[in-house]
């Protein structure tokens, strides 16, 4: 049977006493190999809590002594690397806030050069796949062979239940085009919400990742920071009695995970619809104001040569997309009618 590796510990460290805890309360679990820990937090405001900072590497160097629990940092400058190897750390990841970034990529990979670094990228905030790929390219270029993924989703105005929108055809996309880094998932991040965090990571086992990425903290309701998405220790446990062991697949297997991926695939195509029909909405409105038509026939027959010559170029079957698209035209032209309506229905 196949074991996916799980990353797991709190947000950020806070205290002494808190690291402890929690670092306890984890390596009882023999799935966790890793434990994750924000020692300096990127936060949106400088008034939010940003961390123990250094004063938090020497505990955690005792930690893996101590408990035999190795543990991996954020890092995002070169300097906080060079601490954390001064304290026996050998594992980190970057963040979505730094992969985006290929000047701080760069210089990360020059300082990590020799160094013998096991490294964990997550995707950028924006679904740029190239950019997430440079980033790697960086890092083998430096000479670092240990590199993992961590996909945690994608910051968007798609409209979406989850803090980061999954968009699980990228994660798709990338594992297909990457079968050979192994590829983990942050249902913390992606979720936002504890409530969220199990069909989240179901998700990510059918999918066939290699590891799931935790925040887990011996009191999630009075966190320093992202308290709405961390675990329990006991959560944790319960979440791991739910999710299914990954092992050989039999060919049933591999179909759950082909539906799986549909079904990704599928609330993706739905968000995008719905944001087509917003921009939809506003096109009647500047056509009422214009005194223009809803249907101009010009412009349609412009759409629909564009649309099959990118239909050609992705090998999708003309017919398939001339009936799709016919639809969602005739959709387009009623939610206009519906919008003009609604415009001169008394108030």
Same mark, same amino acid.
């Not at 798709?172 to 085009?177: A, D, M, N």
């Not at 220790?233 to 990954?246: D, F, R």
């Given at each position: 049977? =196949?074991?996916?590796?799980?990353?797991?510990?709190?947000?950020?460290?806070?205290?002494?006493?808190?690291?402890?805890?929690?670092?306890?309360?984890?390596?009882?679990?023999?799935?966790?190999?890793?434990?994750?820990?924000?020692?300096?937090?990127? =936060?949106?405001?400088?008034?939010?809590?940003?961390?123990?900072?250094?004063?938090?590497?020497?505990?955690?160097?005792?930690?893996?002594?101590?408990?035999?629990? %190795?543990?991996?940092?954020?890092?995002?400058? %070169?300097?906080?690397?060079?601490?954390?190897?001064?304290? *026996?750390?050998?594992?980190?990841?970057?963040?979505?806030?730094?992969?985006?970034?290929?000047?701080?990529?760069?210089?990360?990979?020059?300082?990590?050069?020799?160094?013998?670094?096991?490294?964990?990228?997550?995707?950028?905030?924006?679904?740029?796949?190239?950019?997430?790929?440079?980033?790697?390219?960086?890092?083998?270029?430096?000479?670092?062979?240990?590199?993992?993924?961590?996909?945690?989703?994608?910051?968007?105005?798609?409209?979406?239940?989850?803090?980061?929108?999954?968009?699980?055809?990228?994660?798709?996309?990338?594992?297909?085009?990457?079968?050979?880094?192994?590829?983990?998932?942050? %249902?913390?991040?992606?979720?936002?919400?504890?409530?969220?965090?199990?069909?989240?990571?179901?998700?990510?086992?059918?999918?066939?990742?290699? *590891?799931?990425?935790?925040?887990?903290?011996?009191?999630?309701?009075?966190?320093?920071?992202?308290? *709405?998405?961390?675990?329990?220790?006991?959560?944790?446990?319960?979440?791991?009695?739910?999710? %299914?062991?990954?092992?050989?697949?039999?060919?049933?297997?591999?179909?759950?995970?082909?539906?799986?991926?549909?079904?990704?695939?599928?609330?993706?195509?739905?968000?995008?619809?719905?944001?087509?029909?917003?921009?939809?909405?506003?096109?009647?409105?500047?056509?009422?104001?214009?005194?223009?038509?809803?249907?101009?026939?010009?412009?349609?027959?412009?759409?629909?040569?564009?649309?099959?010559?990118?239909?050609?170029?992705?090998?999708?079957?003309?017919?398939?997309?001339?009936?799709?698209?016919?639809?969602?035209?005739?959709?387009?032209?009623?939610?206009?009618?519906?919008?003009?309506?609604?415009?001169?229905?008394?108030?």
């Amino acid at each position: 049977m =196949r074991r996916q590796a799980w990353i797991v510990g709190p947000c950020a460290a806070e205290s002494i006493q808190q690291l402890w805890d929690t670092a306890r309360a984890v390596c009882r679990f023999p799935e966790v190999e890793l434990f994750r820990c924000g020692v300096w937090k990127a =936060r949106s405001q400088p008034s939010d809590f940003e961390g123990m900072g250094e004063a938090a590497l020497p505990v955690l160097e005792q930690i893996q002594k101590e408990l035999h629990l %190795p543990v991996c940092v954020e890092i995002a400058y %070169p300097w906080q690397l060079e601490k954390i190897l001064e304290h *026996g750390i050998s594992h980190a990841w970057i963040g979505a806030r730094t992969t985006v970034n290929p000047f701080m990529v760069q210089a990360l990979a020059d300082a990590a050069r020799g160094t013998g670094l096991h490294l964990m990228l997550k995707n950028p905030l924006a679904p740029d796949l190239k950019l997430w790929e440079g980033a790697f390219n960086r890092f083998r270029a430096a000479g670092l062979r240990d590199l993992k993924a961590v996909y945690r989703g994608f910051a968007t105005s798609l409209p979406t239940v989850y803090r980061n929108h999954p968009m699980w055809n990228e994660y798709i996309r990338w594992k297909s085009q990457h079968p050979d880094i192994p590829l983990y998932v942050d %249902p913390s991040h992606i979720a936002g919400r504890r409530n969220l965090i199990l069909e989240v990571a179901e998700k990510a086992l059918l999918l066939d990742c290699d *590891g799931l990425m935790l925040e887990v903290h011996t009191n999630p309701a009075e966190a320093l920071s992202d308290a *709405g998405q961390q675990l329990s220790p006991e959560a944790l446990a319960e979440l791991m009695a739910h999710l %299914p062991l990954q092992g050989s697949r039999s060919l049933d297997d591999a179909l759950v995970a082909q539906r799986a991926a549909i079904d990704a695939l599928d609330t993706d195509l739905l968000a995008i619809l719905s944001k087509r029909m917003e921009v939809v909405r506003k096109i009647a409105r500047i056509k009422q104001d214009s005194r223009q038509p809803l249907l101009q026939v010009e412009r349609w027959q412009k759409v629909m040569e564009q649309v099959l010559q990118q239909a050609e170029k992705l090998h999708l079957p003309a017919d398939f997309v001339t009936e799709l698209m016919q639809l969602v035209h005739a959709a387009s032209i009623e939610e206009q009618e519906r919008e003009l309506k609604k415009s001169h229905s008394p108030q």
